[in-house]
């Protein structure tokens, strides 16, 4: 409160201005001009700098391709855009309010940027549209050349030794366990997850490289590599830890310039690859297969491959081949077939049929396997209506080198029908059913799976009719199965009596004795007889699985048996018998 005398008026007054008067307003000051980088040279300088180091790291990184052809391309330049335009924001001292506001900014400064980014959002759109299976049903329905075969006549019946037993799981079992027991490995080394099928000297094997355990391990190691890779034999279930002379440093466990990914985008910065390969070829040198990848249909339809990069795991050299050498198994991977057949069943008949009507849409089933037919490695599926019944109308063989592909029609049950089948069979002993093989059994198509018990161990193997799949043989070997598949084929009046017979890989031999001892013991949920057999006044010691040959319980200490194995089941404390006879 201030008091003031005013003589013009002969008194004093009160000025309220502290009581709550409201003070004038100041005049508001205009915002501080921001001062730009520099001169309109020195800007563009800096923000082309800084958009350039944001790149190559983006690009280091991401790997995009520079190509017109790949998707990640085009956000990689659309991400270049908006950082050359923030930086542009932070160099030229813009502010909102100045005179020329936003429009003047753009038009300055951003002109190039903003004119790419428009270019990308109607390139992107004119090449998905020009992609459009709506209007290029035709083109992908014949992205896959498919010939009709007659399975009988073109699929030999193969030998025992070339057909795999083992799936992904089982084998990635084998070779954690086997990899346990290399004490120089275990601790800074684990087992990669590519385990691919490939047939290696004449074998149908699945091989993975190691991988460093962890960043700290791979420290302690990249100087040398990866010390070696795994092969498991498909058939015997031998698992062989191949030791390098010189470590693998190529690899999809590496960082930095090692990095398989990495180095393939370095050396080939245009070309698209499908998932690599893990190969070996004849004399056992470990490679990379990766596929060229490219699209065929518009901008970015219709993914194929054409031929594939060859990547010498050890060295690093790179190699693009238009067609790859005969030893190399994986070009074509199995999901790129069965898309394409599903392209080449669905749209047959035009687009809009696979939508309304569905006359004679076919697809592939939900699952695959492999089949090693000559040299090359088979992808086999089945083939059911779009309907999504129980059953197969026919099946494909696609070879995984060249994609030639085969139909064979066959109506039956699909594969999961099988499975549940074989599983059914043996139901007391609740085994689990593998993906079946398609297998010629006296010339009919036939589903083989292995049956494995909880711990993923192969117990049992059936075989079951494609078209008839009441028909199930189960046995303890391959041959054990196909013996009593045969057997049921000719109950049922499908083969003749010379075709019921079974043509072994190799013969049984037998041994006749006195059995001294006999123990037991409980293994992975099955019990086994260890028959002590005197002949000659020495033992020998057999092994009898009860789960498979059910009269081993039976067997007492004196009697005189014969005893049937194969010489490839002996091992160095008991030979693994098939039969027991003279009981």
């Given at each position: 409160?201030?008091?003031?005398?005013?003589?013009?008026s002969?008194?004093?007054h009160?000025?309220?201005?502290?009581?709550?008067?409201?003070?004038?307003?100041?005049?508001?000051?205009?915002?501080?001009?921001?001062?730009?980088?520099?001169?309109?040279?020195?800007c563009?300088?800096?923000?082309?700098?800084?958009t350039?180091?944001?790149?190559?790291?983006?690009?280091?990184?991401?790997l995009?391709?520079?190509?017109?052809?790949a998707?990640?391309?085009?956000?990689?330049?659309?991400?270049?855009?908006?950082?050359?335009?923030?930086?542009?924001?932070?160099?030229?001292?813009?502010?909102?309010?100045?005179?020329?506001?936003?429009?003047?900014?753009?038009?300055?400064?951003?002109?190039?940027?903003?004119?790419?980014?428009?270019?990308?959002?109607?390139?992107?759109?004119?090449?998905s549209?020009s992609?459009?299976?709506?209007?290029?049903?035709?083109?992908?329905?014949?992205?896959?050349?498919?010939?009709?075969?007659?399975?009988?006549?073109?699929?030999?019946?193969?030998?025992?030794?070339?057909?795999?037993?083992?799936d992904?799981?089982?084998?990635?079992?084998?070779?954690?366990?086997?990899?346990?027991?290399?004490?120089?490995?275990?601790?800074?080394?684990?087992?990669?997850?590519?385990?691919?099928?490939?047939?290696?000297?004449?074998?149908?094997?699945?091989?993975?490289?190691?991988?460093?355990?962890?960043?700290?391990?791979?420290?302690?190691?990249?100087?040398?590599g990866?010390?070696?890779?795994?092969?498991?034999?498909?058939?015997?279930?031998?698992?062989?830890?191949?030791r390098?002379?010189e470590?693998?440093?190529?690899?999809?466990?590496?960082?930095?310039?090692?990095?398989?990914y990495?180095?393939?985008?370095?050396?080939?910065?245009?070309?698209?690859?499908?998932?690599?390969?893990?190969?070996?070829?004849?004399?056992?040198t470990?490679?990379w297969?990766?596929?060229?990848?490219?699209?065929?249909?518009?901008?970015?339809?219709?993914?194929?491959?054409?031929?594939?990069?060859?990547?010498?795991?050890?060295?690093?050299?790179?190699?693009?081949?238009?067609?790859?050498?005969?030893?190399?198994?994986?070009?074509y991977?199995?999901?790129?077939?069965?898309?394409q057949?599903?392209?080449?069943?669905m749209?047959?008949?035009?687009?809009?049929?696979?939508?309304?009507?569905?006359?004679?849409?076919?697809?592939?089933?939900?699952?695959?396997?492999?089949?090693?037919?000559?040299?090359?490695?088979?992808?086999?599926?089945?083939?059911?209506?779009?309907?999504?019944?129980?059953?197969?109308?026919?099946?494909?063989?696609s070879?995984?080198?060249t994609?030639?592909?085969?139909?064979?029609?066959?109506?039956?049950?699909?594969?999961?029908?099988a499975?549940?089948?074989?599983?059914?069979?043996?139901?007391?002993?609740?085994?689990?059913?593998?993906?079946?093989?398609?297998?010629?059994?006296?010339?009919?198509?036939?589903?083989?799976?292995a049956?494995?018990?909880?711990?993923?161990?192969?117990?049992?193997?059936?075989?079951?009719?494609?078209?008839?799949?009441?028909?199930?043989?189960?046995?303890?070997s391959?041959?054990?199965?196909?013996?009593?598949?045969?057997?049921?084929?000719?109950?049922?009046?499908?083969?003749?009596?010379?075709?019921?017979?079974?043509?072994?890989?190799?013969?049984?031999?037998?041994?006749?004795?006195?059995?001294?001892?006999?123990?037991?013991?409980?293994?992975?949920?099955?019990?086994?007889?260890?028959?002590?057999?005197?002949?000659?006044g020495?033992?020998?010691?057999?092994?009898?699985?009860?789960?498979?040959?059910?009269v081993?319980?039976?067997?007492?200490?004196?009697?005189?048996?014969?005893?049937?194995?194969r010489?490839?089941?002996?091992?160095?404390?008991?030979?693994?018998?098939?039969?027991?006879?003279?009981?």
């Amino acid at each position: 409160m201030d008091f003031k005398y005013d003589p013009s008026s002969g008194g004093f007054h009160v000025n309220m201005g502290g009581m709550g008067a409201k003070a004038p307003r100041q005049p508001k000051q205009p915002p501080k001009p921001r001062k730009p980088l520099g001169g309109k040279a020195v800007c563009v300088a800096v923000n082309l700098g800084v958009t350039l180091l944001a790149g190559l790291l983006i690009f280091y990184v991401n790997l995009p391709a520079i190509n017109l052809h790949a998707g990640e391309f085009y956000g990689f330049v659309f991400f270049l855009c908006l950082i050359y335009c923030g930086c542009a924001l932070l160099t030229s001292g813009f502010r909102k309010d100045a005179e020329k506001g936003w429009g003047g900014f753009v038009k300055t400064q951003c002109r190039v940027p903003l004119f790419l980014i428009a270019a990308i959002v109607v390139v992107s759109l004119l090449g998905s549209l020009s992609s459009w299976v709506v209007l290029r049903a035709d083109s992908y329905q014949k992205l896959l050349s498919v010939q009709t075969g007659d399975f009988a006549a073109e699929v030999d019946e193969i030998s025992y030794d070339q057909i795999p037993m083992l799936d992904k799981a089982s084998a990635q079992r084998l070779g954690d366990r086997k990899l346990g027991e290399l004490a120089d490995m275990v601790s800074q080394f684990e087992v990669a997850e590519e385990y691919s099928q490939i047939n290696y000297q004449g074998r149908p094997v699945r091989v993975t490289p190691l991988n460093y355990g962890d960043v700290i391990k791979w420290l302690n190691n990249r100087a040398n590599g990866l010390p070696a890779y795994i092969v498991i034999d498909m058939v015997t279930q031998n698992v062989e830890v191949v030791r390098l002379p010189e470590g693998m440093k190529y690899t999809t466990g590496e960082h930095f310039s090692r990095n398989l990914y990495r180095h393939l985008r370095f050396r080939f910065p245009t070309m698209m690859f499908d998932a690599p390969s893990f190969e070996v070829d004849e004399n056992g040198t470990p490679y990379w297969v990766c596929a060229k990848l490219e699209k065929t249909i518009g901008l970015f339809g219709g993914i194929d491959n054409r031929g594939a990069v060859l990547v010498n795991a050890i060295t690093g050299e790179s190699t693009y081949y238009e067609q790859v050498p005969e030893w190399v198994d994986h070009v074509y991977s199995a999901d790129l077939i069965t898309q394409q057949y599903d392209y080449y069943g669905m749209y047959h008949n035009g687009f809009w049929n696979s939508i309304f009507g569905q006359r004679d849409v076919t697809v592939t089933t939900s699952g695959y396997n492999y089949l090693a037919i000559g040299d090359d490695v088979w992808v086999y599926t089945g083939v059911t209506s779009v309907g999504g019944d129980e059953s197969n109308i026919g099946f494909l063989l696609s070879n995984q080198r060249t994609k030639e592909t085969r139909y064979y029609a066959c109506a039956g049950a699909e594969e999961f029908s099988a499975m549940a089948s074989a599983e059914g069979q043996v139901q007391q002993m609740r085994y689990t059913a593998t993906f079946p093989l398609l297998l010629n059994i006296a010339g009919h198509p036939t589903y083989f799976m292995a049956l494995k018990d909880a711990s993923q161990l192969v117990k049992m193997y059936a075989m079951v009719n494609v078209s008839q799949y009441q028909i199930v043989a189960t046995g303890a070997s391959v041959m054990d199965c196909e013996a009593n598949y045969r057997a049921m084929l000719l109950q049922n009046g499908m083969v003749g009596a010379a075709q019921a017979e079974v043509t072994p890989a190799e013969e049984l031999e037998t041994v006749t004795g006195t059995i001294s001892e006999i123990r037991s013991a409980v293994i992975g949920g099955d019990t086994y007889y260890y028959i002590y057999l005197r002949r000659s006044g020495e033992d020998e010691v057999f092994r009898a699985n009860a789960a498979q040959i059910p009269v081993a319980p039976l067997l007492s200490v004196g009697d005189r048996v014969t005893l049937r194995y194969r010489a490839s089941d002996a091992g160095q404390y008991w030979t693994e018998i098939s039969g027991v006879d003279g009981f």
